[in-house]
């Protein structure tokens, strides 16, 4: 499963969704998603186990290593790239405090360019809870910036470049 599946529709809502329709069905040990993608955010690698993936590889997997990992997903082992299994391991073992997933909302509509205002509208809070959410994000990045902000987040691989 690519994450990138075009304008309208993601592959953490399609997996999402087979997983539901598999379990419903009564099929759901039988279902087994393997993300294939060439996002490696935290937050992509977050939201698709989240969602259930049995995997994670990137694009670049040598292709045999890419069998393998395909055989073992279908036996229901976990599957991950190399640097997949290194963002998950200092993440779980990271002293940091991590970003939320509200947090990671508000760094992508920070890295699209909107203000508070917008950021409120488009989160359904108010002003004073965004800024609040940046303050919070400030302190768990070490910076006092938006754009220091947005670029540590890039650089940690918690969102993607825009």
């Known amino acids: 499963m690519d994450l990138n599946l075009g304008d309208t529709v993601d592959g953490i809502a399609v997996t999402t969704a087979l997983l539901e329709r598999a379990r419903a069905e009564g099929n759901g040990p039988a279902l087994r998603v393997l993300v294939l993608t060439t996002y490696d955010t935290e937050a992509d690698i977050l939201a698709a186990m989240e969602a259930g993936a049995t995997g994670y590889l990137l694009k670049d997997t040598p292709p045999q290593e890419l069998f393998h990992a395909i055989r073992s997903a279908a036996r229901g082992n976990t599957a991950l790239s190399g640097s997949v299994a290194a963002t998950l391991v200092r993440r779980a073992s990271s002293p940091e405090p991590t970003v939320t997933d509200r947090e990671v909302e508000v760094l992508r509509l920070l890295a699209r360019g909107l203000g508070n205002k917008e950021m409120a509208r488009e989160l359904l809070v108010s002003e004073a809870t965004v800024k609040s959410h940046l303050s919070h994000?400030?302190?768990?990045?070490?910076?006092?910036?938006?754009?220091?902000?947005?670029?540590?987040?890039?650089?940690r691989h918690i969102i993607r470049p825009t």
Do not use: F
């Open 137 to 155: 994000i400030y302190g768990k990045l070490g910076v006092d910036t938006r754009a220091g902000a947005v670029a540590a987040a890039i650089e």
